[in-house]
């Protein structure tokens, strides 16, 4: 839900979900810096507080374990109501903390970054890192409810930003062109809080759409996997070099990846690709790889949850709002695409 403020709708929230115990999950940034919209709030000064390190890196099986630890050591049932408030990081891994603990228990999910708002926070799917590998153990498993509040994204870098905008134009890229370019023609160098807030809310409503239809990800869902089977390449093989990429980033550099498989396998029209590439390669530079990389990021890509046996599966457009599931590229193709991201983003 859209929060105007977000002290009272966080007590509507709770108030409105039967609990005993309520915890609070952050991360050390958001600790600092959201907590305090919400901590005077009645209902969450009695709350126990659990607070892990941030970044993505951290969301591992030991902070997954240090949240079951303090929901074990500070008397957590099955009743209990966990409070997920940060990024993707946070609400991915306190999710799956709450899918788990005890065989499952309620959560609210308030992100705090655009990125959390458009995408992580919604749609229940929850989980950890793991093996080097992004998202590789999880759960769908739902929250109660998801509450937006665009107070927090005043403060936000411009790379969290346009990290969260990347979603947003995968969003635009699978359901219509007038989104698409109401979002290409968006100054992102002088940002208008209020038209972001609209779009995002558009975004989201089209994630929610597609997720209603299909929570468990058989079908029509796979559409939100548009860039991310590079992306979450890219993101491994960035981890592994010690070099991470912040992972709207990734999502954008897949995009440009994938919309070159779709405009081979699939006919996208070549028009809409370079338009779309322009925008990406003007606000979000390059991740660099060169030729060499290429075997590794594909061994990297085998491993994709997506994949059935070791065919690379990939979501297609063929053209903006027709999505093409289900997709195999080979090799070849694919290190061709490579090749098509390197000149795009000028390496
Ligand atoms: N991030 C894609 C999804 O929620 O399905």
Known sequence: MKSNNIGVDVEKAIKSIRHDKIFILTDKNTHI?????????????EAKLITIPAD????????????WEELTHNGATRHSLLINLGGGMVTDLGGFAAATFKRGIKYINIPTTLLGAVDAAV??????????????IGAFYPSEQVIISTEFFHTLSHEAILSGYAEMIKHALIHSSSDLDKLLTFPLDNIDFSQLNELLFRSVGIKRGIVDQDPFEKNIRKALNLGHTTAHAFESFAI??????????????????ELYLSLRICNFPQDKLQKTIRFIQQNYGAFNIGCDDYETLFEIAKHD??????????????????????????KELIFEAFDFYRDSVGL
């Open 33 to 45: 810096h959201c907590y305090q919209f919400i901590k005077n709030t009645p209902s969450i000064s």
């Open 56 to 67: 993505d890196s951290n969301k591992t099986i030991d902070n997954l374990s240090k949240v």
């Open 123 to 136: 749609g229940g799917k929850t989980g950890i890192n793991f093996a080097g590998f992004k998202n590789e």
């Open 240 to 257: 592994a070099q010690q070099r991470p990429i912040p992972h709207g980033y990734a999502v954008a550099w897949g995009i440009i990846v």
């Open 305 to 330: 949850k997506k994949n059935q046996g070791d065919k690379i599966n990939f979501t297609l457009l063929s053209a903006i709002g027709n999505v093409r599931i289900d997709q195999i590229a080979e």
